[in-house]
Every structure is written in structure tokens, then in C-alpha cells.
């Protein structure tokens, strides 16, 4: 059907409008935004490039052999201080052995394995008393696990000669506090 009278254009709504202009305004903040931004960007990138010619024409060539010689000394100091820290120091367990050894017993010879802990003795002692003595104050220090008599026998002069191995701490080597 045909219409004779042209009817209102619907209105639009208040929130309608309210979004539309929101949305124009959003978008004009965005542009400038962008703009400001990318000009901002520029500048700092400017600055950089300012600051690293600065750099480099501070950078003499003494400056620069001074900088390697400086981080060649410091590789060797933290090599040397690797070493350091890895170092045993076994020389220890003769202060160890010297405070515990029992008045009648004379060690002659010290043979040390410090990786492994292990420490063998060859002594000479008046009897056998003397020897059950000594071994059982060996077995009291806390440095030494393990104490095993390996071979005893009579001298000459009738003296005990002993073999004896003793099993350090794994600790020992590494722990100042164990004297």
C-alpha cells in the first residue's frame, strides 16, 4: 500500500547518541596518543643514539685495553678463588694425630690418600696393652669412622710393630672445627 502521509524519521535515543560521541572522542584521544608517542619514541631513540656516540668517543683505546687487562685479572682471581675453595687441607691431621697419639706409642711413617680419605700409620709400641690403648682413642676422635690394625708383629727388641688405616670424615679436609 501506498502511503499519503510521510510518517516522523524514528529519533534516536539518548544512550545511542552518548555512545556515538564516546566512541568519537575515544578515537580522537587514540590519534593523538599515537602521534604523541610515536614522537616520544623518536626523541628517546635520538637520545640513545646522543649518548652512545658520548660513549665511544670517551672509550679511548687505553680505556679499552685497561677494561680487557681489568676482565682478564678478574677471570684469574675467580679461578684462582674456585681453586681455593676445592683445596684439602690435609696437613691437619698431623695436629689431629699428634694431640690423640697415646704416650707409649711412636709413629715412624704416614702414608695419606686425601681423596679418599683414607690415612695408613706404621707404628712401634712397648706391648699389645699399649696398642688396644692407642686404637681405642682412635676410635673416640670424631675425624676418624673407621680404624682397622692391618698387621702387628714382634721386633727385634721385642717391641709391637703395627700397621693401622684410618678412614677420615668426609668432612675432614673442608671443616676448620674438627681440632
Known amino acids: 500500500m501506498v502511503e499519503i502521509i510521510p510518517r ?8 545511542s547518541n552518548i555512545l556515538f560521541y564516546l566512541a568519537i ?3 580522537c584521544i587514540c590519534v593523538i596518543s599515537y602521534f604523541v608517542l610515536n614522537s616520544s619514541l623518536k626523541k628517546a631513540e635520538a637520545e640513545i643514539t646522543v649518548l ?3 660513549l665511544t668517543r670517551e672509550m679511548s683505546p687505553e680505556k679499552i ?6 676482565l682478564a685479572s678478574k677471570n684469574k682471581i675467580d679461578d684462582f678463588s674456585y681453586l681455593i675453595e676445592q683445596h684439602l687441607e690435609v696437613s691437619r691431621i698431623f695436629e ?7 704416650p707409649q706409642v711412636l709413629f715412624s711413617k704416614f702414608d695419606l690418600n686425601s681423596r679418599q680419605g683414607a690415612l695408613k700409620i706404621f707404628g712401634e709400641t712397648q706391648n699389645f696393652e699399649t696398642l688396644g ?3 681405642l682413642i682412635l676410635r673416640g676422635e670424631a675425624v676418624i669412622n673407621k680404624v682397622n690394625l692391618e698387621t702387628v708383629s714382634i721386633g727385634k727388641e721385642g717391641k709391637i710393630n703395627f700397621d693401622l688405616s684410618l678412614f677420615l670424615t668426609p668432612t675432614f679436609s673442608k671443616d676448620n672445627e674438627q681440632i
Open 8 to 15: 516522523e524519521p524514528p529519533k534516536l535515543s539518548t544512550g
Open 25 to 27: 572522542f575515544l578515537l
Open 52 to 54: 652512545e656516540l658520548d
Open 65 to 70: 685495553s685497561l677494561e680487557k687487562e681489568i
Open 96 to 102: 689431629i694425630i699428634q694431640k690423640i697419639t697415646h
Open 133 to 135: 690403648q692407642q686404637i
